[in-house]
């Protein structure tokens, strides 16, 4: 793993080992380590038992009861970052840990591509709105634009530096991606013809499109939060830390009317914005790991919100009040790393120790639960049409999942 690769998570196993280890200053050393030794084999078998190990030897978080997927991609040989699902065709695309990306069929596993001139994690894919293109993305910044259509030929590149995030416009072939440095990158693609929106001397991990395609919101490491017009390169509404978030904002999410944008920061807090500045505040900073949120479940009643956080709550809000509504039931809980809306009134979020959890976002109720991963997910994908997850994860897989019908 190179310097830069983005952190374990924190319920990693090796993280969680006790540090704390008396230091022996007396007696022989040969027999303090034969000791060692006897200890670390004494229970090896059932520590392999519980945890389970694959065919290299690494421990895995945990034993699966069951695998609920239809498909498991099992290419890549160290965490899978990211994932996309063409638009149209039976196709997705991986990124790894392994400094690789694979472009797979859903249905039978085969690779149609491999891309292995990246020298760093793949942290970033995505195919263009109409599925045309492919682009694969590193976090020291190379990023590489594939045409589908043409036999995976590469049409463009690019080396930005330090990548946090990088994305597909939602009607047009122009390609965006945020740095370490702050700066917004925004390209057409296939010509490169390039337009930089400058940074806040901080980093930005946090970007979204309004649904018009026509601005992009976006959070900055200072708490800093800017909607800028693409058309015109220029911010439109900016938040910064007097009013609005004091660190980093890490998830933030549109409304279906682009009038509503809800922000989650690194210190717990989660604010709503209109587009005069901040409205109202749905949590205060505390000691929740603020990690997903989203907003405005599409032709629902009333504007909602839903957060989500590390110790496994997922609370959803009513946005006009500014008030708690719901929260879901998990009796088992298990950190959120990632949410999204889903079809007949369910939320559905990715959560470490590698299960896939649906609830009913208007009662609360459980839904299901997807097994099948045996680490921590990294990321989720929902592809309505098909009614169809895909997910990455920790355990070096990907996985395709059906949507349990509601009961």
């Not at 994690?121 to 589908?148: C, E, L, N, P």
């Not at 900016?238 to 989650?264: A, M, P, R, W, Y």
């Not at 790393?337 to 299960?355: E, S």
């Amino acid at each position: 793993m190179h310097d830069n690769t983005p952190p374990r998570s924190p319920m990693d196993g090796n993280l969680l080992e006790n540090e704390e280890d008396e230091l022996i200053y007396v007696g022989d050393a040969d027999e303090v380590l034969d000791a060692w030794e006897a200890e670390a084999n004494l229970g090896e078998d059932d520590e392999e038992e519980a945890a389970g190990e694959d065919d290299t030897g690494s421990v895995r978080f945990r034993m699966c009861d069951r695998d609920d997927a239809t498909l498991t991609f099992t290419k890549h040989t160290a965490t899978v970052f990211c994932g996309a699902l063409h638009p149209t065709e039976d196709l997705a695309v991986t990124g790894g840990e392994d400094d690789k990306a694979y472009v797979w069929n859903i249905r039978t596993g085969e690779v149609q591509h491999e891309v292995t001139n990246h020298t760093d994690s793949v942290v970033a894919v995505g195919f263009s709105h109409d599925g045309v293109y492919v682009a694969t993305a590193d976090i020291s910044g190379y990023i590489q634009v594939f045409k589908v259509t043409q036999n995976y030929r590469k049409v463009w590149e690019f080396n930005v530096g330090d990548l946090c995030w990088m994305r597909w416009h939602s009607g047009a072939y122009v390609l965006l991606a945020g740095c370490d440095s702050g700066e917004v990158y925004i390209w057409r693609i296939p010509s490169g013809d390039c337009k930089v929106l400058p940074g806040q001397d901080c980093k930005t991990e946090a970007a979204e499109l309004t649904h018009d395609g026509k601005k992009l919101a976006v959070g900055y490491g200072s708490g800093h939060f800017k909607l800028w017009d693409l058309k015109s390169g220029t911010p439109v509404m900016e938040v910064d830390s007097t009013v609005g978030h004091k660190t980093n904002i890490t998830t933030l999410s549109i409304d279906q009317d682009n009038q509503l944008f809800v922000t989650g920061a690194e210190d717990g807090s989660s604010y709503v914005m209109g587009p005069n500045g901040v409205l109202g505040m749905l949590i205060g900073p505390s000691d929740a790991l603020l990690e997903s949120v989203l907003v405005d479940y599409p032709g629902f009643e009333i504007k909602v919100a839903a957060t989500g956080t590390l110790q496994g709550k997922v609370t959803i809000w009513d946005v006009a009040r500014l008030t708690k509504r719901v929260e879901c039931v998990d009796e088992e809980p298990t950190g959120i790393t990632k949410m999204l809306w889903l079809k007949d009134f369910t939320i559905c979020a990715g959560t470490l120790g590698g299960y896939i959890k649906g609830w009913d976002f208007r009662s609360g109720a459980k839904r299901f639960t997807l097994d099948g991963h045996t680490n921590d997910i990294q990321d989720i994908v929902y592809d309505s049409q098909r009614n169809i997850i895909l997910s990455t994860s920790e355990d070096r897989t990907a996985k395709i999942f059906e949507v349990p019908a509601s009961q």
